[in-house]
């Protein structure tokens, strides 16, 4: 069935710090996902990417979708507090049901 | 506009009882889908549902868990005979629509825990 992997796991940075979370998938992927989900809260959609070698951004977030379109990432510029959280990618599968990534932990140390 | 609700937002059970989980998606959806988090870890997805009918149950345990989106009402997961192993968290999701490019909207969760 469709995997879909996060690296890394965990990333501690200190504030002011650059993060990156990537997500792979092992098929070609009609679009992609992000969410996030801070600690004790649920999953709050961020962003879709449709289009190969799409990149959007929101304020300090950029998000690119890789050109064979199995790949993804997720680039926070000079983390802040109220980043912490866990970064999922997510993917639809088969009957459209929704497949999410292992997750990225991310702790910012002020 | 009340977004996905869910609940009990906790829920306390001793081995071999039943739970029951709600879910009220969000007005004008009529998609939902159940996932399972335990500490730490990701969001395992378990069943997708539409109005009466099951999508995809893929996900779900053969033996004690079951889904059900009626007419009428919300969503309820069913697990009979708890066993320690089912605590966690679970969320539910809708959408509007079914396809590839659907925005998932999340509940606050229940977090079941098994005594």
């Known amino acids: 069935g469709q995997q879909v992997m996060q690296i890394p796991q965990y990333q501690h940075v200190q504030e002011g710090e650059d993060f990156t979370t990537y997500c792979n998938s092992s098929t070609t992927l009609s679009n992609i996902q992000w969410y996030k989900q801070r600690p004790g809260g649920h999953p709050v959609f961020l962003i879709q990417?449709?289009?190969?070698?799409e990149v959007k951004k929101q304020k300090r977030l950029t998000f690119q979708f890789g050109e064979a379109k199995k790949n993804s990432s997720l680039h926070i510029t000079a983390t802040q507090t109220t980043d912490v959280g866990t970064y999922f990618c997510a993917v639809a599968s088969g009957t459209y049901k929704y497949i999410f990534g292992t997750g990225t932990r991310l702790k910012v140390l002020a | 506009n009340a977004g996905v609700m869910q609940n009990p937002r906790h829920l306390v059970r001793r081995r071999g009882q039943e739970a029951r989980l709600r879910c009220s998606p969000m007005k004008g959806h009529s998609h939902v889908y159940w996932y399972r988090q335990l500490p730490e870890e990701g969001l395992k997805f378990m069943v997708y549902?539409?109005?009466?009918?099951?999508?995809?149950e893929s996900g779900m345990p053969k033996e004690r868990f079951s889904a059900e989106f009626p007419k009428e009402g919300p969503s309820i997961l069913r697990i009979q005979q708890v066993v320690r192993g089912d605590s966690a968290a679970y969320f539910c999701?809708?959408?509007?629509?079914?396809?590839?490019?659907?925005?998932?909207?999340f509940g606050s969760g229940t977090q079941l825990s098994v005594l």
């Open positions: 549902l539409q109005k009466e009918n099951i999508i995809d």
């Open positions: 990417l449709v289009k190969s070698g």
């Open positions: 999701a809708s959408s509007q629509d079914r396809g590839p490019n659907e925005k998932l909207f």
